[in-house]
């Protein structure tokens, strides 16, 4: 076996690129590059956790440091192939569907249908009825198109397009709304609460305040 280009004693740095190197390769990129971070923060987390234990047990052995390298990046390969199912399904869950379906509600009563739900701290149903509401009534000022079937993230970026400074609320309620109605979120009072506030923030704007469609 050639071992030249392996260093005879590898350092945590040494080690941590390692792993860079095997979690670049096409399959741990697939999932997106905050998957590859958190997994190489760990990865260099625990690396660092074996070269402590091993400088004090081992006496810095540079095969029994090679070894405990290929385990770490071995299981690291494991964990991504384990848990790729279940990201792919998560990501899955945030395609957005229908706001609306069928229901014809005025806006007026969606926040009442959202008021009374959070009245008996029924959180989910206040979250997906204030959305609903927050949606209605931007159709019923016409400053949104009253779309059929129109998704929660069509009708956040058609908002934002009309009012830019509601981009990040904008957005963040409808990932609220997809992951509570179509992927059974928990949610509490603090996620009825900010959508209030993005209500209240909306409530004033009329024709004369939005940008040109």
Not at 3 to 28: C, H, N, S
Not at 29 to 45: A, F, M, N, T, Y
Not at 56 to 65: Q, T
Request: charge should be negative.
């Amino acid at each position: 076996m050639v071992v030249d280009d392996i260093p005879v004693q590898p350092d945590a740095d040494t080690a941590r690129e390692w792993a860079i190197r095997e979690l670049a390769k096409g399959p741990y990129q697939e999932h997106g590059p905050s998957w590859s971070e958190r997994v190489l923060k760990w990865i260099g987390d625990r690396i660092d956790d074996l070269f402590s234990f091993f400088s004090i047990h081992v006496g810095g052995n540079p095969v029994a440091a090679i070894v405990v390298i290929g385990i770490a990046v071995g299981l690291v390969a494991l964990l991504v192939r384990i848990t790729a199912g279940p990201i792919r399904r998560s990501l899955q869950v945030r395609r957005s569907h229908s706001v609306f379906e069928d229901d014809h509600r005025t806006a007026a009563q969606m926040r009442k249908a959202a008021d009374d739900a959070a009245a008996h701290g029924n959180w989910t149903l206040a979250v997906l009825e204030r959305f609903r509401a927050i949606i209605r009534s931007l159709e019923e000022r016409e400053l949104i198109d009253d779309r059929p079937g129109v998704t929660a993230d069509e009708a956040a970026e058609e908002t934002v397009r009309r009012f830019p400074d509601s981009r990040g609320p904008m957005l963040d309620a409808a990932v609220l709304f997809d992951s509570v109605r179509y992927g059974h979120a928990t949610v509490g009072e603090a996620d009825d609460v900010s959508l209030r506030h993005l209500d209240a923030f909306l409530a004033p704007r009329s024709l004369l305040t939005a940008a040109p469609r």
